[in-house]
């Protein structure tokens, strides 16, 4: 390998090096953003499913979609005694939650608030 061929190498590296650090950085927003890190998980699950319909916030973003709303539903029929499951109030999307674990303050499909809805 000469020079040049080594040099041009080493360029490509660092740009998938610099490309890392900037998906690196845009994890670590969204994760301050969702809370904890099963929130974390679920997002990073949705988005590699494609089933992620909200970016998350990033510095010197201008424009905010409206903010959506919901609760999260208890189904007993499909819970048991080791966890609980339950269905998003927007978009139907169920989750599984251990006993003695918190909901997530988002659903990881549609990214609505758990909150109950609007001004609750």
Known sequence: MNEM?????LEKIGIEISKQKEKDRDDLI??????????FAAYKQAESEGRLHIAP??????MTAP??????VHMPDKSDVYYDTYQ??????????????EKPKFCPNCGARMDGGEGE
Request: net charge negative.
């Open 5 to 9: 061929e080594r040099d041009i190498r």
């Open 30 to 39: 969204a994760y301050r953003a969702l809370g904890t890190v099963e929130e």
């Open 57 to 62: 916030y990033k510095e010197g973003d201008t």
């Open 67 to 72: 903010e959506v709303h919901g609760q999260w």
């Open 88 to 101: 998003c109030s927007n978009c139907n999307e169920e989750i599984v939650v251990g006993l003695g674990l």
